[in-house]
């Protein structure tokens, strides 16, 4: 062994040039040779959930409460679209790891040079940390609920969950899977409870998941945004780029024979299954917070512009009615508390992601993680201190993430649809059907173009 690979082995940072994506759980995962569909589905289930995650985290819980709270039923259509959408980008993400043996970021690095790759990881680290200072946030607000903490304290209080992902990731992939699951339908329980407790007009409900022109309407309520930027919102709070890289790698530790065409074939059937049924999981929540802002708090959409403004109409009969109840508000945050966590996980693991992938270095999870909550949590203290725990300041910077992550979705986007869509690269058996790659480039320059908007719109209202 050379004196730089011996330095290399004892150093916090070594070289991940050849090393497999998230190398320690990689092919981990002992798929059966035989059985039943059911047993190979539960076989692969779980990289789906790590995925859905991320179209449920607290960045679009506000966005989607507000948007029922203000205009009914009429933006279900969006979550729907928005669902649909993620469904495709996900179903590539994951083909893409499971064909190729890359995850999204080695692909991108290994296929431009050297200072495209360096633009695009500090592309993709801020897109992930501005994913994290949204988990910051929630988490904080829930524990400041919860438990009456000062918003300083809850905030600081975050930074420890570097120990209990530490902790989990002793226990093998498998078990961090089923936490997640478990976290999940923590939150599809509460806030089912919380919908049919509410009440919803049923009829109204499932008329708005057909599209309707009003939700792209640029002329709004009085004094509230109109439905085109809250549409903008959701789909741009819904679609992350930190989400196509994790997938893309999660979906490897499954251990395929990429050398027998008919089990990848299955493979990627199966995985596809599991993404899809997580997401519909996902969309089922994000319905949740929009009913329940359409059933509960529609003609108050300026009372619940922030998680302790809902936390507290959950508990206001003037506002949520005759439901309303202090253990209503108490499972809301218990709800947002589980959002947070799970939503620490992924972003851990999306780190390493990109970080081996596109620098070719591997850094222990620990220091990763340290590193990527200790810059998270730098504005979200200064915004704490300077407005004295002011949890509406706190949710503009929560806001301000969400831009971010827009501008950076184009760049994690557009490699994946060339990269599955090509023959040469995914072989002619697994590169996508023309249909999927004229609709995925269709919707690349849509969200793209509302993306923008959106940018501009906010950055509009930041210096008006």
């Known amino acids: 062994m050379s004196e730089k690979e011996m330095t290399e082995k004892k150093g916090l940072i070594q070289s991940a ?25 539960w076989t692969f289930s779980g990289p789906g959930a790590l995925v859905a995650v991320g179209y449920m985290d607290p960045g679009n819980w506000v966005t989607s409460v507000t948007g029922g709270a203000t205009y009914r039923y009429t933006l279900l259509s969006v979550v729907l ?22 995850d999204l970021a080695q692909a991108t690095r290994n296929r431009t040079n050297k200072t495209g790759g360096i633009v695009l990881w500090i592309i993709s680290e801020l897109a992930l940390m501005a994913t994290d200072i949204a988990e910051v946030i929630g988490g904080a607000i829930a524990l400041h609920l919860l438990f009456g903490w000062s918003m300083i304290a809850s905030v600081l209080t975050t930074a420890l969950d570097v120990i209990l992902l530490l902790l989990l990731m002793r226990f093998g992939f498998r078990k961090i899977e089923a936490i997640v699951v478990t976290l999940i339908l923590t939150i599809l329980f509460i806030f089912g409870y919380l919908v049919v407790s509410s009440d919803p007009n049923m009829v109204a409900l499932f008329g708005g998941y057909l599209p309707q022109i009003q939700a792209v309407s640029t002329t709004g309520i009085h004094g509230a945004d109109s439905p085109l930027l809250m549409t903008l919102g959701i789909i741009g709070a819904t679609v992350m780029p930190h989400n196509l890289y994790l997938h893309s790698s999660i979906s490897q530790t499954r251990n395929v024979n990429r050398d027998n065409k008919e089990e990848l074939k299955e493979g990627v059937r199966f995985m596809t299954w599991d993404s899809n049924i997580q997401l519909s ?31 507290s109409a959950l508990s206001d009969s003037t506002i949520a009615g005759a439901i309303a109840s202090p253990i209503l508000s108490t499972l809301f945050a218990v709800a947002l508390l589980a959002s947070g966590q799970n939503s620490t996980i992924t972003g851990t693991l999306t780190g390493e992601v990109i970080m081996g992938g596109f620098l070719h270095l591997k850094v222990p999870m620990w220091l990763r993680r340290v590193i990527t909550r200790g810059l998270a949590l730098i504005p979200v203290v200064a915004f704490t201190l300077i407005y004295g725990g002011d949890e509406g300041k706190l949710d503009q910077l929560l806001v301000y993430s969400q831009v971010f992550l827009s501008i950076a979705l184009p760049f994690a986007m557009a490699p994946l649809i060339a990269f599955t869509s ?43």
């Open 17 to 41: 040039a050849d090393d497999a994506s998230l190398g320690d759980v990689n092919g981990s995962v002992e798929i059966p040779k035989s059985g039943s569909f059911w047993r190979k589905l």
């Open 81 to 102: 679209i928005s669902s649909l959408i993620a469904m495709m980008l996900q179903y590539m993400a994951g083909k893409l790891g499971m064909v190729k043996h890359e």
């Open 281 to 311: 999981l996902a969309f089922v929540i994000n319905s949740f917070l929009l009913i329940l802002g359409a059933s509960l708090f529609f003609g108050h959409g300026d009372s619940v512009g922030t998680f302790g403004q809902m936390y």
């Open 422 to 464: 090509s023959k040469k690269v995914m072989g002619e058996d697994f590169a996508n059907p023309k249909w999927m790659t004229w609709l995925a480039w269709l919707v690349f320059i849509v969200l793209t173009a509302l993306n923008l908007q959106l940018v501009f719109q906010i950055v509009g209202q930041i210096f008006s």
